[in-house]
C-alpha cells in the first residue's frame, strides 16, 4: 500500500525520458543518422561508421542499427518498418536484389543526378547495374561480390572453364570429387540459375513485368543443373545446402571444387590451414567453351530511406561510407569485393587482396538478377521449381518454370 | 500403497455453493468490482487479439501487397477461392494434419506413462517432475537446431554417422518428417504429462483399491477406472496439443534449413512464406484465417466428440 505512490512518479520518469529520446539530434546542430546494415562479422561496417561520423567534423553521427544475418531476415526488418513509413531509416545496407522492389514502392530515395555523376564516377559497371532501376540510381555500390572457381591444386592440375568439363573432371576424379554448390530451396539457388540462363546467351526477365526465359538457355541451365545433381560429383546434400555448408565441407577436405564467394578463403585459414595452402581460384565457369561466364553479383549498395528527415545529411554520409578507404576496409577486414577502379588498379591491394583480377573481370559484366519489384515472387518461383536439381525433368520444366514466373509477376496465387 | 502419496487437489477443492436466485448486495457489489478488476486485462486482451484478428479477416478481403500500397482494392472472397482452388494449400494441410496426428498420438502414450511414472514415484518425485520438464522450458527455435545439427549429414551432425547412412537423412522427406516429429514429440510430451498428472489427481485411491479387492487386474484398472475418470484431463491435453501442434512453425522451419522445403511445408509457413517473404498480405491473411478457421473447427470436433458425456466431471 505504502509504495502506491511509487508508480505515478516512475511512469513520469519514464515518460521524460522516452520524450527525451524522440526529440533527437540535440541543439547542437549534430544529426543522428540511423544507419540500417548488415552487421558485417569483421566490424568493418561499423568501424566505417565511425570514420565518417568522425569525419563529418559534427554534421552528422552515424548510429549502426545490426541487421539480422541472412538477406531474407534484413529485408523482412527494413520493410517492415519501410511499409509503415518509418522516418527513423536514413541509411540502409540494400542487398542488391531488392533495388527494384525498395524504388518502386517509394522506400528508397533516388539519387539526385549530381550526386549520382559522383557515384559512377570510377565505379565498376556491374555493381552500378545493381544499383539503377529505369535509368536512375537508386543507391551506392558500396562492396560487391561473386564467385569463384575454387579447386584443390593437390587434386586438380588444370581447373576447368566450362561446367561440362568441371562434372566431368570431378567424376573422374579417384576420390573427394565433389563439388560444392548452393541447391538448397532458396535464393542462392536462383543465383546459380540466373547465372547459368545468363551464360547460355539468355535472361530470365525482359524488362520488369516480361517473362523472356528462352527455351534453348533455359533447357541448357537446367541441364547442367541436374548434370550436376545425377553426377557422382554431387554432394550427397546438395538439395539442402548453402553457401556455409558449402564451405564446410570443402574445408573439411571432403570436395575437390567449390562455387562460392571469396569468404570461403579467409575462412579456410582459421578453420584448416592444411585444406587452406592448397587452395587454388579460377573464373565462375561458363556454358560453352570460350563463351561467357556471367558470373553471379551480389553486395550491398547504400540506399537513403525514402522517409527520412535529413536526406542530405544521409546522401552525403552515404558518399563516405562508400570511400576508398572504407572499401578498402570491407575488402581487408570482411573479405568483401570493392567496387571502386582504383582500388584493383592499386599493385598493394593487388597483392593482398590475391583474387583481386579476376573479381574485377568478373564484376565487369556479370549476371545481374532480374530487376522487378516482384523479385522476392519471381525467385520463388524459380527455386521451387528447379530445386532439388536432381528432380529437373527437362520435358516439363521449361514450361512450368515459364508458368511460375508469369504467375509471380501476376502476383497471382500460392507459390 | 500409495495413500499418502498425492495431494488430494481434487477432492479438496470443492466448489463454492452455487448463489440461489437471490443476490445479496455483497455479491452484486463483489461482481462489479470483479468485472473492474478484470477491465484492463480484457482491453488489452481485446487490442492485442481481437484487433489483429479482425484486421486480418479484413486484410484477406482485399488485394493488398505491401509493395504497391496504391493498388489496393476490395475483392471480396478472391483470395480464398486463390488459397482453395491451389494444390499447394492442400498438400500443406495433409503435412500439417499428418505431422499433428503422428506427434500427438505419440505424445499422449508417452505423456501417459510418464504422467504415470510420475504419480507412482515414491521418492525423487520432483527431481522426476522437474528433469522430465526441462525440454519443455527449452526455446522451440533452440531445440529444433539441436535436432537438426543432431541429423544433418551436412552440418557433420553425429546420427548419421552413428546409424550408419550413406546418404545425408535431412534430404529425404521421410527423415524430415521423423526428425520434426521427434522435435515435437520430446519437446512437447512434458506438458503433456504434466496436463495429465492433474488429470491422475482426481481419480480417487478408494476406486482403485476397491477394483484390486474385487480381483481386476492392473490393466483393467487402468481401462476400466483411470481413463474413464481422466477423461476431461484426457481431453484437455489432447485438445490443447492438437491446437499448438496444428500451428507448427518453428521447427518444419529450423529443419527446413530456413527455406522452403516444400516435402514438409506446412500451412503456417506458407502463411509466413506468403506475408513477410512475398509481402502479399491479402493472399496470406486469408492463409492465415484459414488456419485459425481449421483450428476452430478441430476444437470443435473435439469437444463433440469426445466432451459430451464427461463422467469425471460428475464426481
Not at chain 1, 517509394?106 to 544499383?131: D, F, I, M, N
Not at chain 1, 551480389?298 to 570511400?323: I, K
Request: charged share 15%; with cysteine; net charge positive.
Amino acid at each position: 500500500m505504502g509504495r502506491r505512490g511509487s508508480w505515478p512518479a516512475a511512469a513520469l520518469v519514464v515518460a521524460v525520458a522516452l520524450l527525451a529520446g524522440c526529440g533527437g539530434g540535440g541543439g547542437s546542430g549534430t544529426v543522428t543518422l540511423n544507419w540500417w546494415a548488415y552487421n558485417e562479422p569483421s566490424g568493418s561496417f561499423r568501424e566505417a561508421a565511425d570514420r565518417c561520423t568522425a569525419q563529418s567534423h559534427g554534421r552528422y553521427k552515424i548510429a549502426f542499427n545490426p541487421l539480422g544475418n541472412n538477406a531474407d531476415e534484413q529485408r523482412q526488418s527494413l520493410v517492415r518498418r519501410l511499409a509503415a513509413k518509418d522516418a527513423s531509416i536514413d541509411l540502409m545496407s540494400m542487398d542488391v536484389i531488392w533495388t527494384a522492389e525498395f524504388a518502386e514502392a517509394g522506400w528508397v530515395k533516388p539519387w539526385p543526378e549530381s550526386l549520382a555523376r559522383q557515384v559512377r564516377q570510377g565505379t565498376l559497371s556491374g555493381p552500378v547495374e545493381t544499383a539503377t532501376y529505369q535509368g536512375r540510381l537508386y543507391a551506392a555500390p558500396a562492396n560487391s561480390n561473386t564467385q569463384l572457381l575454387w579447386y584443390r591444386k593437390d587434386l586438380v592440375k588444370q581447373p576447368p572453364k566450362t561446367w561440362d568439363e568441371l562434372i566431368d573432371t570431378a567424376a573422374k576424379l579417384p576420390k573427394a570429387g565433389r563439388i560444392e554448390i548452393q541447391g538448397a530451396a532458396y535464393e542462392g539457388t536462383t543465383v546459380w540459375f540466373n547465372s547459368l540462363v545468363e551464360s547460355a546467351g539468355g535472361t530470365i526477365l525482359d524488362g520488369p513485368d516480361r517473362v523472356a526465359l528462352q527455351q534453348g538457355p533455359t533447357l541448357k541451365a537446367t541441364g547442367i543443373m541436374s548434370k550436376l545433381a545425377h553426377s557422382k560429383a554431387a554432394d550427397p546434400s546438395l538439395s539442402t545446402q548453402k553457401e556455409d555448408q558449402n564451405r564446410l565441407a570443402f574445408e573439411q577436405g571432403d570436395a575437390a571444387f567449390q562455387i562460392n564467394y571469396p569468404f570461403i578463403y579467409p575462412s579456410a585459414k582459421e578453420g584448416n590451414p592444411a585444406v587452406y595452402k592448397q587452395i587454388g581460384w579460377a573464373p565462375y565457369p561458363s556454358v560453352t567453351a570460350g563463351g561467357p561466364n556471367k558470373a553471379p553479383i551480389g553486395g550491398f549498395n547504400w540506399g537513403v530511406g525514402g522517409y527520412t528527415a535529413h536526406p542530405a545529411e544521409a546522401f552525403a554520409a552515404a558518399m563516405c561510407l562508400r570511400d576508398e578507404e572504407n572499401q578498402r576496409g570491407f575488402a581487408l577486414k570482411g573479405g568483401l569485393p570493392p567496387t571502386l577502379q582504383s582500388i584493383y588498379d592499386d599493385p598493394k591491394f593487388q597483392a593482398q587482396y590475391p583474387f583481386a583480377k579476376v573479381i574485377r573481370q568478373q564484376l565487369d559484366a556479370p549476371g545481374v538478377r532480374p530487376k522487378t519489384p516482384l523479385y522476392a515472387d519471381v525467385s520463388l518461383a524459380i527455386y521451387t521449381t528447379v530445386s532439388p536439381a536432381s528432380g529437373i525433368d527437362q520435358g516439363s520444366v521449361y514450361g512450368t518454370l515459364r508458368g511460375r514466373v508469369q504467375d509471380a509477376l501476376d502476383s497471382k496465387g500460392l507459390l | 500403497v500409495s495413500t499418502n502419496a498425492p495431494p488430494q487437489t481434487g477432492a479438496a477443492v470443492t466448489a463454492p455453493p452455487r448463489g440461489g436466485p437471490r443476490i445479496t448486495e455483497r455479491a452484486r457489489a463483489e461482481r462489479r468490482l470483479g468485472w473492474m478488476l478484470c477491465a484492463p486485462a480484457i482491453v488489452v486482451m481485446v487490442a492485442v487479439t481481437a484487433y489483429p484478428i479482425l484486421y486480418a479477416i479484413y486484410l484477406s478481403l482485399l488485394r493488398a501487397d505491401l509493395r504497391f500500397p496504391g493498388q489496393r482494392q476490395w475483392i471480396g472472397l478472391d483470395n480464398y477461392i486463390t488459397v482453395l482452388s491451389s494444390s499447394l494449400w492442400w498438400t500443406d494441410l495433409w503435412h500439417t494434419l499428418l505431422i499433428t496426428a503422428i506427434s500427438v498420438s505419440i505424445e499422449l502414450v508417452l505423456g501417459m506413462l510418464l504422467a504415470l511414472v510420475m504419480h507412482r514415484a515414491i521418492f525423487g518425485r520432483g527431481l522426476v517432475r522437474t528433469s522430465s520438464l526441462i525440454p519443455y522450458g527449452i526455446v522451440t527455435v533452440v531445440a529444433a537446431f539441436a535436432w537438426r545439427l543432431a541429423w544433418s549429414g551436412a552440418e557433420g551432425g553425429f546420427v548419421p554417422k552413428v546409424l550408419g547412412f550413406s546418404t545425408d537423412p535431412l534430404t529425404d522427406p521421410f527423415w524430415q518428417y521423423v526428425v520434426v516429429i521427434l522435435t515435437e514429440v520430446w519437446k512437447t510430451t512434458p506438458f503433456m504429462a504434466l496436463l495429465l498428472l492433474a488429470g491422475l489427481a482426481l481419480v480417487p485411491d478408494e476406486l482403485n483399491e476397491a477394483a484390486k479387492v474385487d480381483g481386476a487386474t492392473a490393466w483393467q484398472r487402468f481401462w476400466r477406472i483411470t481413463v474413464p475418470l481422466m477423461r476431461p484431463a484426457i481431453l484437455v491435453a489432447l485438445l490443447f496439443r492438437t491446437l499448438d501442434a496444428f500451428r507448427i512453425f518453428d521447427s518444419v522451419y529450423i529443419i527446413s534449413n530456413n527455406g522452403v522445403n516444400r516435402d514438409i511445408e506446412t500451412v503456417s509457413v506458407l502463411g509466413y512464406q506468403t506475408l513477410l517473404n512475398r509481402l502479399n498480405l491479402g493472399l496470406g491473411s486469408a492463409v492465415s484465417v484459414l488456419v485459425f478457421l481449421c483450428v476452430m473447427a478441430l476444437a470443435f470436433l473435439f469437444i463433440r466428440l469426445l466432451g459430451t458425456r464427461q463422467p469425471g466431471a460428475a464426481s
